[in-house]
Every structure is written in C-alpha cells, then in structure tokens.
C-alpha cells in the first residue's frame, strides 16, 4: 500500500528538531543484558512465598521453585504445590528446600535442611530419606552419578549413596587415601570431562576422578579458603565463587593437577565491577555468551570469554534496574531462551535475551518536550523518509543530511503554522508530488523547491470536508481522496470533484466515515468505512453519482463486521479486508461476498488494522494482539501463521490502522509506542518448538493426585503429565483436563485445541485464559481425547493423546447382562412349560367333562336336576341345548349372557323366560350351575387337581371368586369337597 526505506541508525537531539531514536537495531550482546527487562512472579501474583532459595528445570519443562517453605512447579499460569501441610503433615522431610535436581528416571532429588527426598514424577510417590548416624542432615547439593548413585554434600560431610541397597557410604581419609576430611560441602558439579568437582565451606575445592576414585585437594583460592559455589560455562572454564571473597575463574593444567586462577572482586571506585564480593550463585546465557553472577546485593553480568566489565543491576541507585535484592538462584531455560532469577524476598523473576527480530523506532519531540511515539503513517523512497506523527503533522529523514526535520524547519513548509496529525502519505508516481492527508487540515501537496500548498473544502471542490482519512492512486493516474464526509479525486487529466457520501452511487449511504479507499484490476473502487461496511462503486471520477452501488456489512449478510479499518490486494488479486470486531476477511467473487479468516486461521485478538504482503507472498497483519504472518493466505488447508509479540522485541502489541508500508525488501508498521522495521527473509525460518504438557486430570472435580492412593491407582498408574491412558470408574465419569503450552514470555497468547473423540465433531479452541477441557456424565466406552497448541509466536504441536475408557456400571456389564440373559431364558422358559402345561390340562379336563356328561345318557335324556328341580321330557330338547351351549364353551370364561343368547339364536327375553319356567333360574345363574356341577363331576374323577386349575378348567379366571360361588351352591369350599374323595393312607386304613 505504501513504501518506506532503511535508514541508518543515528539520534539527533536538538531543541528546535523531531529526533528518531533508535532504541535497538540489532542488538549486540552487551546492548542486549544491558537493556533487560524483568517480570516478577511473586506473592503478589500467586507465589506462596518469596523466599526461594533455588530454581530448577526438569526434563518436561516445568520450572521448579524451592523456598525455605515447600517445593512449587511453575507452568506459566500457576503453581502445584508440593510441601507438608495440615493435610499432609509428613509428605517431605522438611520444607526447607535447598537444592533440586533430577535423574535420567525422571526422579527429583530434594535436598532439605533435615534430609532429602526422591519424588518419581512419574507416580508422585516420594520416598523420605535421612542420613544414619549423620551428625547433620542438612543437606546443600546433590550430584546425580548415574542413575543408582547419588553424591550427598551435607553440613558435616559428603556420601556417597547407592538407591538400590539404600547405603550410604561417608567419604573420609580413609577412603580418599588422607585427603578429604569430613568438613561442610556447599557445592557439587560433574564438568564435562567427567570430574567431580566439590566445594567446601572453609576447606577448599577437590576434584575427584570417578574413574580412577583418586581425590585432589587444591591450594587455597582465598583468605578464607572457601568454595561456596562451582559453575562450568559453554567453553568448559570452571568458575568457583568464595563466600565473601568474589569470583575466581581456574586455569587448570593439562593433566588438571595444577591450579591457577583470575579473581574478580567489587571495587567501591569502579561501577564495572563486581557488584558485591558475596556470590551465591553462577550461570551463563548461551545467547548473549555472558556470565551471570547473583550476590547478595543483586545481579552481575559479564562476558564469559572476556570478564572484568560487569553490569550490575541492582534495586537501588543503579542505572540498570532489578526488582528484588537477594540473587540466590540463577537458571538458563534452555527452552524458552529465558533466564530466572530467585531472590531472597523478592521471589521468582525472569527476562528474555534472545536476539530481537524488529528494529523498534521511537520518535520524541524534543521541540515541544512531548513524547510522541503514535506513528499514524509512513512513506519511504530512495530520496526521503516521511513519517506522520500525532499532533504533529510530518517528520522527514534525509540522507542527504543523515538529520530528522519537523516539517516547520522544511523550507518548502515554511508558511505552515500548525499542521495536525497526518492519516496518509502518497507520492504521485507520475509527477513525484507528494500529498499528505491531514485529521483536520484538508490536503497538503508537497513539489520540492516550492512552498506547500495546503487545500481546504473552502479553497477547493474536491474536497467535500478537511478531515482527510486515506489517499490511494490507481492505475490510471487517478488520486483518490477518502474523508469522513465524502469522497474527493484528482484526475490526470485535470477533472477534480468531490462527491458527499449519501450521494456516491444509485444507492443512497449516509455518513459512513470512509477509513481506506483502493480500486483493483476490474476498474472497482472499494471503499472501507467505519458504520456500513465496505462500499463498492466503478472507478470513474465522472459517473460517481450514477454508479451502481454494492454495499457489503451484516445487515445483507456479505460481511460480518461494518467497522472496516483497512483494504489490501494481494498477488494473486485476493482482496482482503481488516475489520474491528471481525478482524480478516477474504472476498469471494463466486458469491460476492467477504468470507471470515480470522477463525478459520486461528489469529490473535479481533481487529486487523493494517495488510502488508512481502516478497514470498505472505501477508504481515498489524493487529490489536501483535504482528502476525500469514503463510499460504487464501488456501485454509495450506495456511500457516506466527505471532509476533513484545516477547520478541515489538514496542507494543497495538498497531495503529493503516500505519504501515513496504519498500524493496523491508516491512515497517507503526505503532503507538513508535514504529518497527525489519526484513521477513530473515525472519523465514524463525519457529520454536511447542511443549505441550497435561498438567492435571480432575475426576469429579478433584485433582488425579489428590484420590486415594487405591482409587488413583485404578485409574492410572503415572500422575498426569506422564499418563497415556486412564480408566474411570461409571460413578466417576467427570472428567476435567488441564494443559499448558510451557512458555513463560507472555503464555496467555497461548493458544489449545482439544476434542474427545466419539464426543466432539470438530475441534474446540481456546485460549490461554481457559485451559481445561470438561466433559460431564460421559457415558461408558473407550474415547480418545486429542490436544495440540501454540506458543506465544502460532507455532503448533504436535497431537497429544489421551485415551479414557469409562467403565460401564456393575448393572451394565457384561457379567450383568450374561445374568440377564439367563434369568429372561429361565423365565420365558418358565412360562413356555406353565403355557404348555395349561393347554395339556385344558384339553385333558374339556375331555372329563365331555366324558361326565356322557357317561349316563339314560339320565341326560330323561331329567336333567338343576338346582333340585326335575324337568319332564316334553322340554328335554330345549334344555339339553341350552346345556350342550354351556358344555361347549365350559372353559372359555369370556362366555357370558350376551354370548349365550347368540348362542341359542334366539331372543334373551325368549331364553331367560322358558330357563326361568324350566329351572327357576335367570340366565348368569344358569351358566354358573353348569359350570359348579362340572366342577363336582371334575373333583369326584380327578381328587389331586389343584383349585386354581380346577377353576380355570370349567370357566372362571379367577379360582378365589370360583371358591365363593362354589361355598354359596353347596356350602362349603372346593377343598372340603375334594377330601370326600382323597384316596386314604395305610394308616387311616388301620
């Protein structure tokens, strides 16, 4: 959009000029630790305690802090806790923690004041180990030998111990054929050829060949003979610090039995020096190959390879500013690039000294003494360099010259008064004029040797207001004018008008603010605004009122957001807008509408206020959360993105819109703390990589490490950054995950994207601000859970995996169904044979009772006797049917009064009238007198039938109601009647 040139890094301060300065091009090594800047994780955010005496970073990448009141792991958002408590009161041997170190078991080694510890990270089990017979077991530095032998340096000794066998053996003059002497060691090191190095409090430095177990005792390094702390650096220099007696660096012989050494002391005449003779700690800086010494008044840094001049940062009167007093620890975070700092009192502090990837720019005037360092735009050629200030107007560097300029001591802008901030720079390609689009002074046109000419809505027509937002030259000469109330444009040919917002197009837009204005290979003219979206018209600066309107913003549906800040036109003709509250959007022709990207490529914050492609086709995206490259933009499967961040050297994370520009091979983007510059070529290969850790795994809401050592144990056998599986009980099937990218510069830019397979369609995206997953009431089965993330800069993972497998409830398994299974088959087996069983006595009682009445067809024919009352033959016909009726249909108790009548086809006055005259009985009484004689005939044959059964045989469903109609005919129950007929037993015989 705009262009912009390198220029040299020089500062030039006067009274009456607007200077550049340069804060830091390319930083050489003492630039950089002489400019750091320090964060601080104290109480005050989070730390329990500020007193730390020792800092260490294990194998995962987590940074453990030990104080003199228990052991916490850091991860970048927050601490883990691992001390004895009213919880846990004998969880450690102390909480006096003095050293940490780790084995290739993944096993931490904590030295206490009173014993030391082994804690397996793996399963968090901590083993709890005192000295025998030790006169002390305070307990200063522990060496790792391998990976079953440790050396213990304590307050009155050193021993050697086996984990395997649980011995210890004490080194003595016995054992070191007469040179050690049991004495207080303060310090063990294994240098890179293997030696062990110890030092003592009063006693020396030894050196003991492992190999050879043949112990050095060296002469004295000081007056007090003391080797408090020992460091190796980079190019394998031992550096051995005395208490109260400096720093010495040893010269070591060939064969190492001969010592020399350098000491490097304070000097109360020399700020250069050595901050303070007391020297707790030592460690080097990769980076900066620098030497970084803690003391009890702060912090040195020197070179390694040169020593002598050391920068101090101390808290108090001292040029080079540090939080906390008391360095106790020092420690290089290979990973992050990163050095800590622990203090007595001033808790955990770290800063960054990687090589920054931007030359920041901050302007000041120093003619007004006012900061101004909001860049509103840029332009750069090979002649000049121009930059629009806030509140005051435009600035030029001069290569001429090498010198900064206020436009008010530019002789061409001699006549201007004031000149308010300038939105946008454009240099006519054609005729070399440059124009300067100002927030409330119109247009200024600039020709070198000639005073500037300033154009106002009042003096001119192409101007619809003086509040000048954006300038744009297209392709056919035409210079086109945004406003927030109009539009204006110059042709080349000499035609200049200006035409009020509402009256651009066929369709009608009142006071949108236009924002940027660009036309593409179409002849369109695109139009950004702040209240209706983006606006598109023909390019033709004599038709603007006649020109078909496109309007693009949510109210249609075609753009997601109506504040648009900026328009770009990549290579390949994408056309691409910045949006607050939307942030990217990509055009899309077939549909002709803008399509969201901001999601889609996972971009920081909302607002993209500025475009830049450089020349491998990337976009570079000025955003309200850092600088941001955008690989392969347009194809979603291919893109690629990295954020860059005031962790890697910007001023600030904001840019202001459409402050920004490229010229030959370097990108600037102004900000509102200056302007940054810089070659993406040499930022192509730049990536980290990502470590990924879970660092806790809730079930129904507590931590996997907080269960019952048993219940724990059932769901998975490691703690939750080495667990690969867990299994979890049905009644326990809430399951929460917690991770951390492991990043400490600014770790809320982090950015997670997790899913539980068989649960999740796609992948759910956080941030650093929510780091947990959370899946209720899982039903049971096998899931995969997959996490990945980025570092502070958009750099992925790789995908991580969990597995979780929910047990089904003891109701649900598959013992539990193989029962079911059973029962049911039992059961329908139960009722196949009662079915079956009912059939057979169905038929075989339908047959008895067949055979009962047919057994004496004399008396059948002759009289039938229903309740006592005899029949003469006359009506035998009609009443052996009715009988023959009731026979029939004896065991089906539907059979009723309704279906006699139908029955006997006839009418039921007809029926009940002769049953009335022939028996005295109504119809319902009728059926039941058959079906109680059945009965009896029923019980006399068969004396062993069940009543139930009986009941069911001659017509009642249910055998109570048979046993009370049967006691109200004969006067007694259906079991006083079958004993008459019971077959007597021998003994009643007798």
């Known amino acids: 959009m705009k262009a912009l040139f390198v220029f040299p890094v020089r500062v030039c301060i006067s009274v009456h000029i607007l200077c550049l300065l340069i804060i830091s091009p390319l930083f050489a090594s003492k630039g950089i630790v002489s400019h750091l800047q320090f964060k601080e994780y104290s109480t005050l955010n989070g730390l329990p305690n500020n007193d730390v005496q020792t800092l260490f970073q294990d194998s995962n990448g987590f940074v453990w802090v030990g104080t003199k009141y228990g052991l916490f792991r850091y991860d970048g958002y927050g601490i883990q806790e691992i001390k004895s408590n009213l919880h846990n009161p004998s969880l450690l041997t102390s909480n006096n923690i003095q050293c940490i170190t780790e084995d290739k078991l993944n096993r ?23 000295i025998p017979k030790a006169k002390s077991n305070n307990i200063a530095r522990i060496l790792i030998l391998d990976n079953d032998n440790a050396l213990i340096g304590t307050e009155n000794g050193l021993y050697r111990y086996q984990y395997s066998r649980q011995a210890f053996i004490e080194l003595t003059a016995k054992n070191t054929a007469g040179v050690f002497n049991p004495t207080t060691v303060k310090s063990l090191l294994k240098d890179s050829r293997g030696d062990v190095w110890i030092g003592t409090w009063d006693s020396g430095l030894y050196r003991l060949n492992p190999t050879t177990q043949k112990m050095y005792h060296y002469p004295p390094l000081n007056q007090q003979n003391s080797a408090h702390y020992i460091f190796e650096d980079s190019r394998g220099t031992i550096w051995v610090a005395g208490w109260s007696n400096g720093l010495h660096r040893l010269h070591l012989a060939a064969n190492r039995s001969l010592i020399g050494f350098d000491t490097f002391t304070h000097d109360v005449r020399n700020p250069n020096s050595l901050a303070d003779n007391l020297v707790y700690a030592i460690s080097e800086d990769p980076l ?13 840094i020197t070179d390694a390879a040169n020593p002598g001049k050391f920068i101090n940062y101390q808290v108090h009167a001292s040029p080079h500013e540090l939080p906390a007093a008391e360095i106790d620890a020092v420690l290089y975070d290979a990973n992050n690039n990163k050095m800590w700092l622990g203090s007595l009192g001033g808790g955990v502090i770290h800063t960054n000294t990687s090589k920054p990837f931007f030359q920041n720019n901050m302007t000041i005037s120093s003619s007004r003494r006012v900061f101004a360092t909001s860049i509103y735009s840029l332009y750069v050629d090979q002649d000049d360099c121009w930059i629009g200030v806030e509140n005051h107007g435009v600035m030029r560097y001069s290569h001429d010259t090498d010198q900064y300029e206020e436009y008010n001591q530019i002789k061409e802008f001699g006549q201007i008064k004031s000149m308010s901030t300038v939105f946008d720079i454009l240099k006519d390609r054609r005729s070399h004029t440059i124009y300067f689009a100002s927030y409330s002074d119109g247009l200024y046109v600039y020709q070198k040797g000639k005073n500037v000419k300033n154009y106002r809505y009042t003096n001119c027509h192409f101007l619809p207001v003086n509040h000048l937002t954006a300038l744009h030259q297209d392709n056919k000469g035409n210079i086109w004018i945004a406003t927030k109330g109009g539009l204006g444009v110059m042709a080349p040919d000499g035609y200049r008008t200006s035409v009020a917002l509402f009256a651009i ?7 949108p603010d236009i924002r940027d204005v660009i036309t593409d290979h179409q002849n369109n003219l695109w139009m950004a605004t702040s209240t209706q979206g983006i606006i598109r018209v023909e390019a033709n600066p004599h038709a603007l009122q006649q020109a078909k309107t496109h309007i693009y913003n949510p109210a249609r549906g075609t753009l997601s957001a109506k504040h648009v800040l900026c328009l770009f036109i990549d290579s390949k003709n994408q056309l691409w807008a910045g949006t607050e509250g939307s942030g990217l959007c990509l055009y899309d022709p077939s549909s002709d509408t803008f399509v969201d990207k901001h999601l889609a490529y996972n971009l920081p914050g909302d607002m993209v206020s500025s475009i830049e492609e450089d020349e491998s086709g990337n976009l570079w995206l000025g955003t309200n959360s850092g600088l941001v490259r955008v690989s392969s933009p347009g194809d979603d499967a291919a893109t690629r993105i990295r954020i860059f961040t005031t962790g890697d050297g910007l001023q600030d994370n904001y840019f202001i819109p459409n402050s920004s520009c490229h010229f030959q091979h370097k990108l600037y983007f102004g900000s509102t703390k200056g302007f940054i510059s810089f070659v993406p070529e040499e930022l192509k290969n730049v990536s980290q990589n990502v470590n990924l850790q879970l660092t806790e795994i809730y079930i129904r809401g507590r931590k996997l490490s907080q269960l019952p050592a048993d219940k724990r144990r059932k769901i998975s056998a490691y703690s939750s950054e080495f667990t690969e599986s867990i299994t979890v009980p049905f009644e326990y099937n809430d399951v929460r995950i917690e991770f951390a990218s492991l990043t400490y510069n600014n770790p809320l830019l982090n950015k997670y994207a997790y899913k539980l397979e068989n649960m999740d369609d796609d992948w759910k995206y956080t941030d650093g601000t929510h780091r947990l997953a959370e899946y209720n009431n899982l039903p049971s089965g096998n899931y995969r859970f ?12 790789d995908v991580r995996q969990l597995n979780i497998k929910v047990l089904s409830p003891w109701w649900a398994t598959w013992w539990a169904y193989t029962l079911y299974t059973f029962l049911l088959t039992l059961f329908a087996y139960y009722v196949w044979q009662d079915v079956k069983r009912r059939i057979t006595l169905k038929n075989s009682l339908r047959i008895h009772v067949m055979e009962a009445y047919n057994k004496n067809e004399k008396e059948r024919q002759m009289i039938v006797e229903v309740d006592s009352i005899r029949v003469p033959g006359s009506d035998e016909v009609f ?5 023959d009726c009731v026979k029939k249909h004896m065991t089906d108790s539907a059979f009723g009064v309704s279906e006699f009548v139908e029955a006997m086809s006839t009418s039921k006055t007809t029926l009940y009238t002769r049953l009335k005259e022939l028996t005295g009985m109504n119809l319902s009484g009728f059926i039941q007198s058959i079906r109680l004689k059945a009965a009896c005939q029923i019980m006399q044959e068969q004396p062993g039938i069940r009543i139930s059964d009986l009941a069911y045989a001659v017509g009642f469903n249910d055998p109570k109601y048979f046993s009370r109609c049967f006691k109200n005919n004969y006067g007694m129950q259906p079991k006083e009647y079958l004993k008459r007929y019971q077959p007597k037993t021998d003994r009643e015989v007798l």
Not at 879 to 883: D, K, M, N, S, T
């Open 108 to 130: 931490l080694w904590i030295g206490t004041d009173n014993g030391f510890n082994v804690f397996n990270k793996k399963t968090r089990a901590i083993e709890k180990i005192i």
């Open 288 to 300: 900066t190959k620098t030497l970084w010494v803690g003391g009890s008044v702060g912090l040195s």
């Open 505 to 511: 197009g066929t369709n009608k837009v009142a006071d």
């Open 786 to 797: 997959l996490i990945k993330a980025t570092n502070e800069n958009g750099d992925w993972s």
């Open 879 to 883: 009443l052996e049917q009715a009988i």
